[in-house]
């Protein structure tokens, strides 16, 4: 399984940034998909993600980031708004099967800054 995420960046507080994730390999009959990201002096955290029981998103998100999954193309994509200077950090998109455990992709870098 290998998971591409794409579409970081620098950005202004307040304004919008789309993440991708393209997703390859085996990837039939995953239980999780989703975003975590590791803001500086912080663990990596859930950002957002879809799982067996439907979509969850972190407290913080706070109704501005929206995710989403398009299995026809294999793409994970969290859309951002209102962005925040805290929201700076590298984000990940990760797959996770029972027994076999989580794939992640190689992050990608937001930078919220003006």
């Known amino acids: 399984v290998q998971l591409q995420a794409s579409g970081g960046g620098l950005v202004q507080p307040g304004r919008s940034l789309s993440l991708s994730c393209a997703a390859s390999?085996?990837?039939?009959?995953?239980?999780?998909w989703g975003w975590y990201r590791q803001v500086p002096g912080k663990q990596r955290e859930m950002v957002a993600q879809?799982?067996?029981?439907?979509?969850e998103y972190a407290d913080f998100v706070q109704g501005r980031f929206t995710f989403s999954r398009d299995s026809a193309k294999n793409t994970l994509y969290l859309q951002m708004n209102s962005l925040k200077p805290e929201d700076t950090g590298v984000y990940y998109c990760?797959?996770?099967?029972?027994?076999?455990?989580?794939?992640w992709g190689q992050g990608t870098q937001v930078t919220v800054s003006s």
């Open positions: 390999g085996s990837i039939f009959g995953m239980n999780a």
């Open positions: 990760y797959a996770y099967r029972w027994r076999k455990g989580t794939y």
């Open positions: 879809i799982t067996n029981s439907g979509t």
